[in-house]
Structures are given as C-alpha cells and as structure tokens.
C-alpha cells in the first residue's frame, strides 16, 4: 500500500515571499510517478508536474521549483515570489504498478497582498 | 473541447433517492477513475477502471455505490437510497494507460442530498 502525507494542512504568505509545500510519501514500488496538481478556488484540478522514481533532478519551471529527495522519501514544491493568483489547494500524488494514483490531504496555499 | 466531461454539474436529491452521475472521458483515455471531495477535504479514491480488466472497487463507501463503464468509454457512478454524508464533489479522471500519464480531471458533480 501507498501513502502520500502533506503535514502542512494551511499556509498563509504575503505576496513575494517564498513558500514551500511539503510532500513526503511511502511505497514499495522502485517504478512510481510523483505529481503535484493544483485546485484553485474554481475547483478545477490542474496537472502541474510529475517526476518517474528513477529522476532525482530538481526542475525549475518559471516561479515554480520541485525538489524530489529518494532518501527523505519527499517531493517538496518551493513558489518563488508568490503572487495573489497562486492561492489554492494543492496536491501531491504517487502513481505506481498498479496505476493507482493515490493523493495527499492537500495543503491550502493563502497569498495575502 | 476534449476533456473529461461530467454531467450533470449539479444535483441536489433528496434522501433515499437513487442518483447517477455521468462521466465521458478524453477519448483514447483507458483508465478511468472517480474521486470524491468533501467539503474542504483531500481526495478519496472510489474506483478504478483499466481497459477490458476487472475494475479496482476498493475504494467505494458501502454497497450503495456501483459504477460501470460501458464500451470502455463512458462511465456512470449510481448511488442508492443516498443518504446526507453522499453529499461532496464527484471528480471523474482519465489517463492513457501509463504511470507517467497525469490524470485529466472533469470539473466534477457536485451532489446535495438533503
């Protein structure tokens, strides 16, 4: 079985600060897919990124950066300078054998200006 | 468009009605997959289709809750005799039949039981 832990269950920013969502997950697998989706306020879940087990390489993509850490187990999500349209829930997801994509409890992401 | 289309967007039922919530995937999309949000909560995973396999029913509450998917496309969730705590979100998701294919959600059903 598979867990996905988000310990952070609410965090609260002012605009352009840096914030980090904390992932952590378990498995058995040695072939899974980590994902991170993003619901904001509208509802709609919205693909992000996603990192196979075999790639330990940090990604950077505009504001966005992922850390994915094999050792700690963890798939940390880092907003650079957020921004009042970053407020939502997000979410981190493992995929494995299985196909089962399991989710996290969600961490709800609150950029005040 | 060409995402996961799910209908109807709203229902408000009363309890002990049956309801069915209808989800049409992305089309060449394999898996399947309905998730249920509650007020303010995570995702809870209900079940799973894969293809011409027998589906994956782990995750769905009590007997109540059935789905089929029919022709390995369309997929219909009922959900008997509902009862108040049926109310939340019901997300319908698909993906090509990979791991590293993110799941494509629907802008979900949101489903009042009262």
């Known amino acids: 079985a598979q867990k996905v832990t988000q310990a952070q269950t609410e965090i609260s920013v002012v605009e352009k600060e840096d914030v980090t969502l904390d992932c952590v997950y378990e498995?058995?697998?040695?072939?899974?897919?980590l994902f991170w989706y993003k619901q904001p306020p509208s509802g709609e879940l919205v693909f992000l990124i996603r990192?196979?087990?075999?790639?330990?390489q940090n990604e950077i993509s505009g504001r966005y950066s992922w850390n994915f850490q094999k050792s700690t187990s963890s798939f940390n999500f880092t907003i650079t300078a957020s921004q009042v349209v970053d407020s939502a829930v997000y979410f981190c997801?493992?995929?494995?054998?299985?196909?089962?994509?399991?989710f996290g409890g969600g961490t709800r992401l609150m950029v005040k200006p | 468009g060409a995402g996961v289309s799910q209908s109807p967007s709203n229902k408000v039922t009363e309890k002990g009605k049956d309801v069915e919530l209808r989800c049409d995937p992305i089309s060449g999309h394999t898996a399947l997959y309905w998730y249920r949000q509650s007020l303010g909560q995570g995702l809870e995973f209900l079940i799973y289709f894969q293809g011409n396999s027998a589906p994956d029913k782990s995750g769905l509450p009590s007997d109540r809750f059935s789905a089929e998917r029919t022709g390995g496309s369309v997929s219909t969730l009922t959900i008997q005799r509902t009862q108040q705590e049926d109310s939340a979100v019901y997300l319908c998701a698909s993906s090509l039949d990979h791991l590293s294919s993110p799941l494509h959600f629907g802008n979900g059903t949101r489903l009042t039981v009262t």
């Open positions: 997801a493992l995929r494995n054998a299985g196909n089962m994509l399991t």
């Open positions: 990192r196979n087990s075999f790639d330990e």
């Open positions: 498995t058995r697998d040695t072939t899974y897919y």
